[in-house]
């Protein structure tokens, strides 16, 4: 009896410890604290545990959505830079690679304007070379406070150079605007921080000064940003106390509609606005809120689905974590989620939604059907993105971007932004250039048939079997110009607009850009056809 009670008693334990995650959660806690101990006193070389368990901490995070982030003191730091929308610094974008920092962009009226140059890399930063230094160390260091210098080492077409600069608050607009041709106002996105509302009001009120009775919201490439910039933003084209976006999670407490506030800035102009498959979360939500609510024409390719809304949480030592806590759903209803991180394949790649869930037709205010768990589909679909793969190696590895260094320092500089510098008579001298500069870029299937190739020289194939590879590599190269050469107009164009930042510099790019970027033609086609907005709007046909 005594044993069967005693029986009983440690089955009550351990079904009470399975019924508790907390102990689980503690024994896996113990558990690691002991492999940290015997690796901090009998592991054969030091260890930087600190390192190690952050490391492991960001891994266990890949596990759940991408969205579900841990940072750093200095992460949350740029976080919050972001969000506030200023920092001490240049005033340019960079690009790690190389062992050195490549100058990208540069803001007009900005500290390194008139002193850096596009495409020149920075080998040392105050003495400190770049190829020694951790990324974001690199990068941080060209941050500081206003007022100070920073000395900086650089290679120029070839010439090495010191240049010293003095930092400056750089105040991120979160928009641009300026007027097209006739009576059609532009605003690009930037950010959604906390200026957004505030400067989209400004340029649709100073655009209609301007003469503007019609708009383009571009939010091409935005990753998204403050949901209750985006919720005043909506509110500015529909009238107040409509619903904008709902929220809801696995607890109550993060369930939550938002809705408009105020009276609307204008329920009339007519509005085109620009998304592409890079166009998430609050551009997500501009666009699908004024598309279910039939308030504007929506052009360009299906964005991005994300579908996801994320809260900041402080942790201990100044670290926070960024977790997913809720979906959200559009006013008609539709979660516009693409993937799903939470279902997974034998190779753990997270599958669509739609796998699982079953689509939907939802219905906008005019009876338009609209669709759910594939991102927020235009009424007017243009993808312009390269599906050869070999097309995206030469974007990827940043080929265009050296030609146009290459040319920038080689070639007569023009004189008219709005005119292309690169006819198709030129593009013979980018396919030189590959040549002359050993560049290859190749598609998927040619960069996987080259480490088969290897693979068979190591393992001493016979001869006929290589030859068989090297038949069928030759066949690639060529297969390559010719892929390039049918794809001429696009890989002009991307050349087009980084020479026209380069020579006329972000003002010129805009002004090039909008003369030639074919859906910011179509969206002005639309808008001056008023029966074929009107008529897009009711039915969609």
């Known amino acids: ?85 200023h920092f001490g610094g240049l005033g340019i974008h960079i690009l790690v690679r190389d062992s050195a920092i490549v100058v990208t962009d540069i ?90 509302a505030a400067q989209v009001k400004k340029a649709i009120l100073d655009l209609k000064k301007q003469g ?29 106390d409509k619903v904008v976006v709902t929220t809801k999670g696995r607890f109550e407490k993060y369930n939550r509609t938002y809705k408009t506030r105020n009276e609307s800035l204008d329920e009339e102009i007519p509005l085109v606005i620009l998304v592409n498959n890079r166009s998430a979360s609050a551009s997500e939500i501009l666009s699908g809120a004024l598309q279910d609510y039939d308030r504007a024409v929506i052009i360009g390719d299906t964005t991005y689905g994300k579908g996801l809304v994320q809260r900041t949480y402080p942790l201990k030592y100044g670290t926070y974590m960024k977790q997913t806590i809720s979906k959200y759903y559009i006013p008609s209803g539709r979660l516009i989620q693409k993937i799903d991180y939470w ?75 709005t005119k292309a510098v690169l006819q198709d008579k030129d593009f013979d001298l980018f396919l030189q250039y590959l040549k002359q500069h050993q560049i290859n870029p190749k598609s998927t299937a040619e960069a996987g048939l080259e480490k088969a190739y290897e693979r068979a020289i190591k393992e001493h194939q016979a001869e006929w079997v290589l030859q068989q590879y090297k038949t069928l590599l030759e066949s690639y190269k060529k297969a390559d110009e010719n892929t390039l050469r049918n794809n001429k107009s ?18 010129g ?7 030639h970027d074919q859906i910011v033609l179509k969206a002005k086609e639309v808008l001056n056809n008023p029966l074929q907005y009107a008529k897009i709007l009711k039915n969609n046909k």
């Open 343 to 417: 279902h997974r394949d034998k190779k753990g790649n997270p599958l669509p939604m739609s796998a699982h869930l079953p689509e939907k037709d939802y219905k906008t205010t005019h009876g338009r059907i609209v669709h759910n768990l594939g991102g927020v589909i235009p009424d007017i679909v243009i993808d312009i993105e390269p599906k050869q793969s070999l097309l995206r190696d030469l974007q990827k590895k940043h080929y265009l971007f050296d030609f146009a260094t290459w040319y920038y320092y080689n070639r007569p500089q023009p004189t008219d932004s």
């Open 509 to 515: 790019y805009t002004t090039y850009v909008l003369q």
């Open 212 to 240: 503007a009775l019609k708009l383009i919201i571009d939010v091409r490439g935005n990753p998204g940003g403050l949901l209750n910039e985006v919720v005043k933003i909506v509110n500015f084209f529909i009238p107040k």
């Open 490 to 507: 696009y890989i002009l164009d991307l050349i087009n607009r980084d020479l026209a930042k380069r020579y006329f510099g972000l003002k």
């Open 107 to 196: 803001y007009d009226g900005s500290p390194a304007a008139g002193i850096l140059k596009t495409g020149d890399k920075i080998t040392a930063i105050g003495g400190k070379k770049v190829s020694e230094m951790k990324r974001r160390v690199a990068s941080n260091l060209l941050k500081g406070a206003a007022g100070s210098q920073v000395t900086l080492e650089l290679e120029r077409n070839g010439k090495k150079l010191s240049r010293t600069i003095t930092r400056a608050d750089i105040a991120l607009d979160a928009v641009t605007d300026t007027r097209l041709d006739g009576d059609i106002g532009y605003i690009r996105f930037v950010k959604f921080n906390k200026k957004a």
């Open 1 to 85: 009896m005594k044993k069967l009670v005693l029986a009983l008693i440690i089955l009550s334990i351990y079904h009470s410890r399975a019924q508790n995650p907390y102990f689980e959660i503690s024994k896996q806690m113990e558990i690691y604290n002991d492999v940290l101990k015997k690796l901090s006193t009998n592991y054969i070389d030091e260890v930087n545990l600190g390192d190690l368990i952050q490391q492991n901490t960001k891994k266990m995070l890949n596990g759940l959505d991408r969205f579900t982030t841990f940072y750093d003191e200095q992460g949350i730091l740029e976080q919050k830079m972001r969000q506030e929308g």
